[in-house]
């Protein structure tokens, strides 16, 4: 894999939004490996142990830049600077629960964050390809058993799902009225694209309220692993996945801009559908420490949607793209992340992984 994108990304300017959180980070040390000129765009990280501090990441890109996406015009000074030619938006506020206290700030940065983004682009000509991040909870959620597909409609109960319905919204419109495929080459050279992946896992998430996080932190402390929704069950993917669906997505953006505009799922198979319980019982047994207490019916209740499948038929038939690990080698991943980081050099722990999944 890593050898397969290697002359796509070389030497092109690349710039990501949310680079100093998880799946930013992450994408930043691809990206970087693959011997792109990666510019990167975010808020401070939250925490000493992320991924973006530990591996060093910042240290290593073209431009590691602070800055909110909620000012239009500073970012549009900043498209005109660095004139990227790719872009991964994934600077958001992720947290469902955290929307619920921040609904009007989850807006803001999902929503308007968003569009300020696609007006940059639009305020340069150097664009040519543009990835926006959202996720599979921006379709309404009928809790139906077959997977979503990209043409479902969007909702989304809870401020953070829907304001990334809102986004694929807005996405769309800005795709039909400034990038419309049918007029490339003669109004724009841009190709604009949506990824909707579901819940991540991987190396250096310190997230408030996602499962994995939860179970180190508690680990880590030496207290029991509580779980709210133990039979919840949930798509899981290894954060490299997603990103492995990204990136190629924008490769075939770029190489075929009329054929990819539009919204891509990157989700997992039935096979890596489990129940919050399964994947915390193999992360203990990988982890070799750890014990797990049912809190089901304790605390505070938000609505949470009880299951999410997406329908992966199109990333599969148009882009080739199919999800590499089992489950088991999804929480090994990310188990060896947690053992490893204290001692060893982080940056090289990922490119490992990275190595790693690019021979699967
Ligand atoms: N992690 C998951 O399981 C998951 C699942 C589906 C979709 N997503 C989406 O993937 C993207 C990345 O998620 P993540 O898990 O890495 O989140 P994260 O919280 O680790 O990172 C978010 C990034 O956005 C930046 N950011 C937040 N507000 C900003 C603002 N106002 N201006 C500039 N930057 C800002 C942060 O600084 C950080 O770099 C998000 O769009 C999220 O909705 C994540």
């Excluded at 005109?80 to 929307?99: D, K, T, W």
């Excluded at 921006?138 to 401020?159: A, H, I, R």
Aim: hydrophobic share 40%; proline share 4%; with cysteine.
């Amino acid at each position: 894999m890593l050898s397969h994108f290697n002359e796509f990304y070389r030497g092109k300017t690349v710039l990501v939004t949310g680079h100093t959180g998880f799946k930013g980070s992450w994408l930043c040390i691809w990206l970087k490996e693959l011997g792109a000129r990666v510019i990167g765009i975010g808020l401070e990280p939250l925490t000493e142990r992320d991924n973006f501090i530990l591996s060093g990441i910042g240290g290593k890109i073209d431009a590691d830049i602070r800055a909110d996406i909620r000012d239009a015009e500073k970012l549009k000074e900043l498209f005109r600077l660095y004139r990227p030619e790719i872009v991964f938006h994934l600077a958001a506020q992720p947290l469902v629960r955290l929307s619920y206290e921040i609904p009007v700030q989850t807006y803001e940065v999902n929503v308007m964050g968003t569009i300020h983004v696609m007006e940059a682009i639009r305020s340069v000509d150097s664009v040519r390809a543009a990835l926006m991040i959202t996720t599979d909870k921006c379709y309404e959620n009928k809790e139906q058993l077959t997977g979503y597909k990209e043409n479902d409609p969007m909702g989304g109960y809870d401020p953070y799902s829907s304001s990334k319905g809102s986004c694929e919204i807005a996405i769309q419109s800005w795709r039909r009225s400034f990038f419309n495929p049918g007029e490339y080459g003669v109004r724009h050279h841009m190709c604009l694209a949506s990824a909707r992946a579901g819940n991540v896992v991987g190396g250096g998430d310190w997230a408030k309220d996602r499962i994995i996080p939860d179970c180190i932190r508690s680990v880590e402390a030496g207290r029991p692993i509580e779980l709210r929704s133990p039979q919840a069950i949930r798509p899981w993917q290894h954060v490299l996945e997603a990103l492995s669906g990204y990136l190629l997505l924008v490769k075939k953006m770029w190489e075929s801009p009329r054929e990819y505009s539009g919204g891509w799922n990157f989700g997992p198979t039935t096979a890596t559908v489990a129940t919050v319980l399964d994947i915390t019982s193999k992360l203990v047994s990988e982890l070799g420490t750890g014990t797990i207490t049912d809190v089901s019916g304790a605390g505070e209740v938000f609505h949470e949607a009880r299951l999410l499948q997406l329908d992966i038929t199109k990333a599969r038939t148009e882009l080739g793209w199919s999800p590499r690990l089992t489950l088991d080698e999804t929480i090994s991943l990310v188990a060896d992340w947690y053992k490893r980081y204290k001692e060893e050099d982080v940056y090289r722990i990922c490119v490992e992984q990275i190595t790693c999944f690019g021979r699967l």
